[in-house]
């Protein structure tokens, strides 16, 4: 049975990670990752809560060595760790964090020794051994298991990490706005660096100026992990950025003006990652050059009938995609929306997350989705709704500006303008958070 190596830096004093008080080498990671193996109690199944990166990782690798697995939801609401709960009654929690009050076995991430260690061999671990389970955020429905194994996401990130160049960069560093506990965040921040031979940054920035430091705090070259709100913010702000040498989105496709900005403000190149929970990442595209999306080496999509279907490459077992794919070549497709997002109305059809686009790109206008209310019964036609952050602008002229692009039907009744969005960590925006909000200023 092959075995992969856990990472894919080979000289003891080769830099794997960035804390807060320097740099991390190889070999002081493995020594960490051995203490807390150490530490951990019989439970097979840990729900990782540490908040900076490094110590997340830690208690990844510590995990995979040990033979447990890392459950990885989007968020540590009560009702989500009850559901947990349920799902492994042995999980215990990893923190690092005086104030979690989470109902679950604890440990606390230790003071680590720091003195001299033995040189430590690189664990090898078995490509079948299934190191994680990532839940769905429940942006559309009940948060759903997705198992991984190790080899299917080493493939993942050595061919991102490929598409993306990190091999040309020499002591490239990985600064990440989006949590490790996110699938995107996850490969991107996390499994990407130990298998590229990048290092890591510990720290997870939300706020313009906190990116700014963090970028600021490692030195060059930078690659800046990411995500739309992030990015549309940082822009925003507009701060002083330090020198970025690649900028990756994911989570929601960019708009091409927004693309543009981000290359002209950072002076860089931005690479957008498409792929979802289930199937992982398997896809990127350069947007201010082209729609179309290209497939990783080895994944195809294979259409059946409405539904297509992703396989081969890391990909174990075909998986139904949830979006509306239109394949343009055997390596190509464009990207049409989800399909649970499409709305009927009066016999037309639209998606909201094409309603949104154009939202978003009107002047002025710095965050909106569209929201499609429950039916209350066959009689009644349900209207389209709307949030907006647009300060400065007024309804009316919201309305208007949204007539010029879309049919009459379409346009939100009612349209709220408030003053922000209940996005999650990743810039997502799940269905029962905006349900709340409506029925909060509704």
């Given at each position: 049975?092959?075995?992969?190596?856990?990472v894919?830096?080979?000289?003891?004093?080769?830099?794997?990670?960035?804390?807060?008080?320097?740099?991390?080498?190889?070999?002081?990671?493995?020594?960490?990752?051995?203490?807390?193996?150490?530490?951990?109690?019989?439970?097979?199944?840990?729900?990782?809560?540490?908040?900076?990166?490094?110590?997340?990782?830690?208690?990844?690798?510590?995990?995979?060595?040990?033979?447990?697995?890392?459950?990885?939801?989007?968020?540590?609401?009560?009702?989500?760790?009850?559901?947990?709960?349920?799902?492994?009654?042995?999980?215990?929690?990893?923190?690092?964090?005086?104030?979690?009050t989470?109902?679950?076995?604890?440990?606390?991430?230790?003071?680590?020794?720091?003195?001299?260690?033995?040189?430590l061999?690189?664990?090898?671990?078995?490509?079948?051994?299934?190191?994680?389970?990532?839940?769905?955020?429940?942006?559309?429905?009940?948060?759903?298991?997705?198992?991984?194994?190790?080899?299917?996401?080493?493939?993942?990130?050595?061919?991102e990490?490929?598409?993306?160049?990190?091999?040309?960069?020499?002591?490239c560093?990985?600064?990440?706005?989006?949590?490790?506990?996110?699938?995107?965040?996850?490969?991107?921040?996390?499994?990407?660096?130990?298998?590229s031979?990048?290092?890591?940054?510990?720290?997870?920035?939300?706020y313009?100026?906190?990116?700014?430091?963090?970028?600021?705090?490692?030195?060059?070259?930078?690659?800046?992990?990411?995500?739309?709100?992030?990015?549309?913010?940082?822009?925003?702000?507009?701060?002083?950025?330090?020198?970025i040498?690649?900028?990756?989105?994911?989570?929601?496709?960019?708009s091409?003006?927004?693309?543009?900005?981000?290359?002209?403000?950072?002076?860089?190149?931005?690479?957008?990652?498409?792929?979802?929970?289930?199937?992982?990442?398997?896809?990127?595209?350069?947007?201010?050059?082209?729609?179309?999306?290209?497939?990783?080496?080895?994944?195809?999509?294979?259409?059946?009938?409405?539904?297509?279907?992703?396989?081969?490459?890391?990909?174990?077992?075909?998986?139904a995609?949830s979006?509306?794919?239109?394949?343009?070549?055997?390596?190509?497709?464009?990207?049409?929306?989800?399909?649970?997002?499409?709305?009927?109305?009066?016999?037309?059809?639209?998606?909201?997350?094409?309603?949104?686009?154009?939202?978003?790109?009107?002047?002025?206008?710095?965050?909106?989705?569209?929201?499609?209310?429950?039916?209350?019964?066959?009689?009644?036609?349900?209207?389209?709704?709307?949030?907006?952050?647009?300060?400065?602008?007024?309804?009316?002229?919201?309305?208007?500006a949204?007539?010029?692009?879309?049919?009459?039907?379409?346009?939100?009744?009612?349209?709220?303008?408030?003053?922000?969005?209940?996005?999650?960590?990743?810039?997502?925006?799940?269905?029962?958070?905006?349900?709340?909000?409506?029925?909060?200023?509704?």
């Amino acid at each position: 049975m092959p075995s992969l190596p856990l990472v894919s830096h080979n000289s003891p004093d080769s830099i794997i990670a960035w804390r807060a008080d320097g740099a991390v080498t190889l070999q002081q990671f493995l020594s960490e990752v051995s203490q807390l193996a150490a530490l951990f109690p019989a439970g097979r199944h840990l729900l990782n809560m540490c908040s900076d990166r490094y110590r997340f990782s830690v208690g990844l690798a510590a995990a995979i060595v040990a033979g447990k697995i890392s459950l990885l939801p989007s968020t540590y609401a009560p009702e989500v760790v009850r559901q947990i709960k349920t799902f492994a009654p042995d999980v215990f929690c990893l923190t690092d964090s005086d104030l979690c009050t989470v109902d679950l076995p604890r440990l606390r991430y230790p003071v680590m020794n720091d003195g001299p260690q033995d040189e430590l061999a690189i664990p090898q671990i078995k490509a079948t051994q299934h190191i994680a389970v990532v839940f769905t955020s429940g942006s559309t429905g009940t948060p759903q298991p997705h198992p991984k194994t190790w080899g299917a996401l080493v493939g993942s990130v050595q061919a991102e990490a490929q598409r993306l160049g990190l091999g040309l960069l020499h002591n490239c560093t990985l600064i990440g706005t989006v949590p490790p506990q996110h699938m995107y965040g996850f490969e991107s921040t996390v499994l990407m660096a130990w298998h590229s031979g990048c290092a890591l940054n510990h720290a997870q920035p939300f706020y313009p100026a906190d990116i700014c430091r963090a970028l600021a705090a490692v030195p060059a070259p930078r690659v800046l992990v990411s995500s739309p709100l992030h990015l549309r913010t940082l822009l925003a702000a507009g701060l002083l950025l330090p020198e970025i040498t690649q900028v990756v989105s994911a989570t929601a496709p960019l708009s091409a003006q927004l693309a543009q900005e981000i290359e002209t403000r950072c002076n860089t190149q931005l690479i957008e990652i498409y792929g979802s929970t289930e199937t992982g990442q398997i896809a990127t595209r350069h947007p201010t050059q082209s729609c179309a999306w290209q497939l990783f080496p080895g994944i195809k999509l294979a259409i059946e009938g409405d539904c297509v279907r992703a396989c081969g490459g890391h990909i174990e077992t075909p998986i139904a995609m949830s979006d509306t794919i239109e394949p343009v070549t055997d390596k190509l497709f464009l990207l049409h929306g989800r399909i649970a997002d499409l709305v009927n109305i009066g016999g037309k059809r639209h998606s909201l997350a094409s309603l949104d686009h154009l939202l978003n790109n009107i002047p002025g206008v710095a965050d909106g989705a569209f929201y499609m209310p429950d039916e209350t019964s066959a009689d009644h036609v349900t209207r389209l709704a709307a949030c907006v952050v647009a300060p400065g602008m007024d309804a009316s002229n919201l309305l208007a500006a949204l007539r010029e692009h879309i049919d009459p039907v379409f346009l939100p009744r009612p349209l709220l303008l408030v003053d922000a969005l209940p996005r999650n960590s990743t810039g997502k925006l799940p269905r029962a958070a905006l349900q709340a909000l409506f029925q909060t200023c509704t």
